[in-house]
């Protein structure tokens, strides 16, 4: 039988004894390289043990989520718009708004001025222009140059319009365009020369115009669409002119249905926590001890007598948490007020949820929280044991190295001993023959 050693050169075991030797090494090293398969196994171990500590944090953050949705006052600071006049306005509220209802009058959208010169030009690149332009209290005059070098000169100054050109279809060629920059504001523009335009005479090609809404009786005005101050703690977004109709809007907290929302999404996520700890207990109690206290610590904040008094209940059976909203609302409806300090705290005290959102920021801190604790842990043993592991494997190939030299020696002083044999048992058998 023949191999190659580590050494790497070839060998043929047992020729001269017959034995099988390189067996015999193999289980020898077998033998010695146990302890470095516990090791292994040790290793193997730890990176299952991490790896079951990477879907338990999952977990966790799934239930951090939920208490971010409900971890300040501003949380429930919501609101539910009904709104009669969507057609002609929209309705959007901050945590600053307040219940009540409103009647709204969409009277006008705002609108720039818009002004477009009452003669062509044939080419906007190589026609050149003279002439004198008053735009509002500013004026220029301009000689020798192109229509596309009079609009740049129009949008590099400081005249409040922007200019562009207009091409109508007409086959006559380009007229000049000049916007106010600015909603509802009035500018008079004269131009002369190659460019003719004289709103004072002429009036504008489309009146600039303010948005203009009345609330409640009382009128507001904007240079946009957009009003942030006609109703506290809301943005109104003019569409479409009413035409003389009022439509009613409403607004009221729906506070309630986030706090049940929150709560139903954090009884899920501890569910699934309790699930899976559960799931680890039944194959590896000691690893899912490790996890059994953070647990724990989420089933005492949700069963504090203040959420089981909102309706957080425990299935002693399962472990598991239900959350009744029939219960909720009931409690909800009698003392709102009192709910939210519960939850939020005031200035003596801090809230459950406030206390809860602390934990969690500890627990999920990418630094110093569960999962990173773990894991620096982890990778030192891990590192540890490799480094057993790689110190054990140059021992277990050195010694594999003697056990084959030994080998060769044995083999080696065994030929030379049958070697000898055969030398001696040919002189007698000559002798004999012989005499």
Same mark, same amino acid.
């Given at each position: 039988?023949?191999?190659?050693?580590?050494?790497?050169?070839?060998?043929?075991?047992?020729?001269?004894?017959?034995?099988?030797?390189?067996?015999?090494?193999?289980?020898?090293?077998?033998?010695?390289?146990?302890?470095?398969?516990?090791?292994?196994?040790?290793?193997?171990?730890?990176?299952?043990?991490?790896?079951?500590?990477?879907?338990?944090?999952?977990?966790?953050?799934?239930?951090?989520?939920?208490?971010?949705?409900?971890?300040?006052?501003?949380?429930?600071?919501?609101?539910?718009?009904?709104?009669?006049?969507?057609?002609?306005?929209?309705?959007?509220?901050?945590?600053?708004?307040?219940?009540?209802?409103?009647?709204?009058?969409?009277?006008?959208?705002?609108?720039?001025?818009?002004?477009?010169?009452?003669?062509?030009?044939?080419?906007?690149?190589?026609?050149?222009?003279?002439?004198?332009?008053?735009?509002?209290?500013?004026?220029?005059?301009?000689?020798?140059?192109?229509?596309?070098?009079?609009?740049?000169?129009?949008?590099?100054?400081?005249?409040?319009?922007?200019?562009?050109?207009?091409?109508?279809?007409?086959?006559?060629?380009?007229?000049?365009?000049?916007?106010?920059?600015?909603?509802?504001?009035?500018?008079?523009?004269?131009?002369?020369?190659?460019?003719?335009?004289?709103?004072?005479?002429?009036?504008?090609?489309?009146?600039?115009?303010?948005?203009?809404?009345?609330?409640?009786?009382?009128?507001?005005?904007?240079?946009?669409?957009?009003?942030?101050?006609?109703?506290?703690?809301?943005?109104?977004?003019?569409?479409?002119?009413?035409?003389?109709?009022?439509?009613?809007?409403?607004?009221?907290?729906?506070?309630?249905?986030?706090?049940?929302?929150?709560?139903?999404?954090?009884?899920?996520?501890?569910?699934?926590?309790? /699930?899976?700890?559960?799931?680890?207990?039944?194959?590896?109690?000691?690893?899912?001890?490790?996890?059994?206290?953070?647990?724990?610590?989420?089933?005492?904040?949700?069963?504090?007598?203040?959420?089981?008094?909102?309706?957080?209940?425990?299935?002693?059976?399962?472990?598991?948490?239900?959350?009744?909203?029939?219960?909720?609302?009931?409690?909800?409806?009698?003392?709102?007020?009192?709910?939210?300090?519960?939850?939020?705290?005031?200035?003596?005290?801090?809230?459950?949820?406030?206390?809860?959102?602390?934990?969690?920021?500890?627990?999920?801190?990418?630094?110093?929280?569960?999962?990173?604790?773990?894991?620096?842990?982890?990778?030192?043993?891990?590192?540890?044991? /490799?480094?057993?592991?790689?110190?054990?494997?140059?021992?277990?190939?050195?010694?594999?190295?003697?056990?084959?030299?030994?080998?060769?020696?044995?083999?080696?002083?065994?030929?030379?001993?049958?070697?000898?044999?055969?030398?001696?048992?040919?002189?007698?058998?000559?002798?004999?023959?012989?005499?």
């Amino acid at each position: 039988m023949s191999t190659i050693s580590a050494t790497g050169t070839v060998s043929f075991s047992g020729l001269a004894s017959g034995i099988d030797t390189d067996s015999i090494i193999e289980s020898l090293i077998e033998v010695e390289s146990a302890p470095k398969a516990l090791l292994e196994d040790k290793v193997e171990y730890l990176e299952t043990k991490q790896e079951t500590y990477e879907n338990f944090n999952e977990l966790l953050d799934g239930f951090y989520n939920a208490v971010l949705g409900l971890n300040s006052e501003n949380d429930v600071k919501s609101f539910a718009i009904s709104n009669a006049g969507s057609d002609y306005f929209s309705l959007s509220t901050t945590s600053l708004a307040s219940e009540g209802s409103s009647s709204v009058e969409v009277i006008s959208l705002a609108q720039q001025q818009k002004d477009i010169s009452t003669n062509y030009v044939e080419d906007t690149e190589t026609t050149t222009l003279s002439g004198e332009l008053q735009i509002g209290g500013e004026s220029f005059s301009y000689e020798g140059i192109t229509l596309d070098d009079l609009a740049s000169q129009i949008n590099d100054g400081e005249y409040g319009v922007t200019a562009s050109l207009v091409n109508d279809g007409s086959g006559n060629g380009y007229r000049l365009m000049l916007t106010a920059e600015t909603a509802g504001e009035e500018i008079d523009i004269v131009a002369t020369g190659d460019i003719l335009l004289d709103t004072t005479s002429d009036g504008h090609t489309v009146a600039g115009t303010r948005a203009e809404v009345q609330i409640d009786g009382v009128t507001y005005y904007s240079s946009s669409n957009t009003f942030t101050a006609a109703i506290k703690g809301t943005t109104l977004t003019l569409l479409e002119v009413s035409n003389g109709k009022s439509s009613k809007v409403s607004i009221a907290s729906d506070a309630d249905t986030v706090i049940a929302t929150q709560f139903q999404e954090m009884v899920d996520a501890y569910n699934a926590i309790n /699930e899976f700890v559960e799931t680890i207990r039944e194959s590896d109690p000691t690893l899912a001890n490790t996890m059994k206290s953070v647990q724990r610590n989420l089933k005492s904040s949700l069963t504090s007598n203040d959420l089981i008094n909102l309706g957080i209940e425990t299935d002693w059976e399962t472990g598991e948490l239900t959350f009744d909203t029939d219960v909720f609302n009931a409690a909800y409806e009698e003392d709102a007020e009192g709910i939210v300090t519960s939850l939020f705290g005031d200035e003596d005290s801090d809230g459950i949820m406030t206390r809860l959102d602390e934990y969690m920021t500890d627990l999920m801190s990418s630094s110093e929280g569960f999962l990173a604790t773990k894991e620096e842990k982890i990778d030192e043993e891990i590192s540890r044991l /490799e480094d057993s592991i790689t110190a054990m494997e140059a021992r277990l190939e050195k010694r594999q190295e003697l056990l084959e030299a030994q080998f060769a020696a044995m083999e080696e002083l065994i030929s030379s001993l049958n070697s000898t044999g055969d030398y001696i048992t040919n002189f007698f058998e000559s002798y004999n023959a012989s005499s």
